[in-house]
């Protein structure tokens, strides 16, 4: 069975300060991998994705994450966290076939502290 | 870009009533999907669709169905309003292997 764990409901962070907000998952061959971002009262925003190629993957905003096919791992970073980044961060998997529904964590909630 | 467009952002209903959920996107997608989101939950599946007129049950597809009638909109019908449906609804529509999401339905039922 194909699942996605976000260790952290809560990450607090400094403005300024690197920030990481982590993702494990399980799933049967080569998955690919996601990260979406919420605002208060919206939908679900891209902001990057794995498929295949370069294990460090740039996205949105200047998040970037990086795929650990050993530890099984996509966590989502940032350099310097910005107040604008507060949010509610989702980590999804699906496996290569479309149409194949996606996975989700269950979010990890952002706060940086100006 | 992709526009995924969900009709209402704020709906109340009464228990019992029937709600129609409108989700509508613009590219011509054959795969659609309804998500239900709740704290600590995250993302819950419940229906998609492949194409018109087609659909498959998700993880928790009871006290829903669904309509397909033309390729650019899937509706959510919840038959029956209860309270335990109050919840936020998510439309998303397939691109690129990821999904487009619309902007919510947050959903109360009194």
């Known amino acids: 069975a194909q699942s996605v764990a976000q260790p952290e409901d809560q990450v607090n962070v400094a403005e300024g300060n690197p920030l990481t907000v982590k993702c494990t998952y399980s799933?049967?061959?080569?998955?690919?991998l996601f990260w979406y971002v919420q605002y208060p009262n919206r939908g679900l925003q891209f902001l990057l994705k794995?498929?295949?190629?370069?294990?460090l993957v740039k996205g949105s905003y200047g998040f970037e994450a990086e795929f650990n096919k050993s530890q099984t791992s996509f966590h989502l970073k940032k350099p310097s966290a910005l107040v604008s980044d507060s949010a509610l961060y989702f980590c999804?998997?699906?496996?290569?076939?479309?149409?194949?529904?996606?996975?989700f964590g269950t979010g990890t909630s952002l706060t940086v502290i100006p | 870009d992709v526009k995924v467009t969900q009709s209402s952002r704020y709906l109340v209903k009464r228990t019992g009533e029937k709600v129609f959920l409108e989700c509508v996107q613009d590219?011509?997608?054959?795969?659609m999907f309804w998500y239900r989101q709740d704290p600590g939950l995250g993302l819950r599946l419940i229906y998609f669709s492949y194409d018109v007129k087609m659909k498959e049950k998700g993880d928790i597809p009871e006290g829903y169905s669904v309509s397909r009638e033309k390729k650019e909109r899937f509706s959510l019908i919840l038959e029956s309003a209860s309270t335990n449906q109050t919840s936020m609804y998510l439309c998303?529509?397939?691109?690129?292997?990821?999904?487009?999401f619309g902007s919510g339905t947050r959903l109360t039922v009194v």
């Open positions: 794995y498929i295949t190629g370069d294990n």
């Open positions: 799933v049967s061959g080569n998955p690919y």
């Open positions: 999804a998997v699906r496996d290569k076939n479309p149409g194949n529904q996606f996975y």
């Open positions: 590219m011509d997608h054959e795969n």
């Open positions: 998303a529509s397939e691109v690129n292997y990821g999904y487009t």
